[in-house]
């Protein structure tokens, strides 16, 4: 089956530590894409990637960097620059960044806690 | 810039009892519309969608929507809510940025159903 998968589900990290989200898709999509969610407060959008080896920051990439190496791979570190880490991050894919029709996909998601 | 605005935080409804959840969006265009459906501690699955044509569409577990451009609305609807509804709704909204920009899906802040027996 198609699909997005991410690891770990739940994620614990002490202060002062950068830690890596996975995302894999094996869609065959050209698109994938990073967001936070906090309680009461949508999904906010991290990074983005339209095309393999290219990305672009977000409304709130800073504390954040990713990678876009494969095409169906998109990690996504928090670094210790990052004030407030705890919340759940969602990965997404879709066909293409650039047709607003292309619904996106999203995979189950990483619960971080930093203690 | 694009907006979604679900005025409700939080909906209580019976089971069995119809459910409406609302959704305006800012955007001066015609907006592509999305209903997204999020299970606790899932990820987002797409209920239905809008591009054009019948403003009246259908999704998956009985949903339906309908867009009302005079009213910036996609209001969300079932006629009957089964005790498997319960989760958070997220309307979303994506705009054609032309050419190869990327076309960003903004979301509204959600609205948690909650039924009852």
């Known amino acids: 089956d198609g699909g997005i998968t991410q690891s770990p589900k739940y994620l614990f990290r002490k202060e002062g530590q950068n830690v890596t989200l996975s995302c894999e898709q094996n869609?065959?999509?050209?698109?994938m894409y990073w967001y936070r969610q906090d309680p009461g407060q949508g999904l906010r959008l991290i990074y983005y990637?339209?095309?393999?080896?290219?990305?672009q920051k977000g409304d709130i990439a800073e504390g954040y960097s990713v990678s876009r190496e494969k095409k169906e791979s998109f990690p996504l570190t928090v670094t210790s620059a990052q004030k407030n880490p705890t919340a759940f991050y969602l990965c997404?894919?879709?066909?293409?960044?650039?047709?607003?029709?292309?619904?996106?996909?999203f995979g189950p998601g990483t619960r971080l806690t930093v203690l | 810039a694009q907006s979604v605005t679900q005025p409700d935080i939080h909906i209580t409804v019976s089971e069995g009892a119809s459910l409406e959840l609302r959704c305006n969006y800012s955007y001066g265009a015609t907006p592509y519309l999305f209903w997204y459906v999020q299970s606790p501690g899932q990820g987002l699955q797409l209920l239905l969608k809008?591009?054009?044509?019948?403003?009246l569409v259908q999704g998956i577990k009985g949903f339906e929507a309908e867009f009302k451009r005079s009213q910036s609305s996609f209001n969300l609807r079932k006629p009957s809510v089964h005790w498997s509804d319960a989760a958070e709704y997220f309307c979303a909204v994506s705009m054609d940025a032309g050419g190869t920009s990327y076309g960003k899906l903004t979301f509204g802040q959600g609205t948690i159903l909650t039924v009852h027996p």
């Open positions: 869609l065959n999509h050209d698109a």
């Open positions: 997404a894919s879709s066909l293409s960044g650039t047709a607003p029709y292309n619904e996106q996909f």
């Open positions: 990637s339209q095309i393999v080896n290219d990305f």
């Open positions: 809008y591009f054009s044509g019948d403003t």
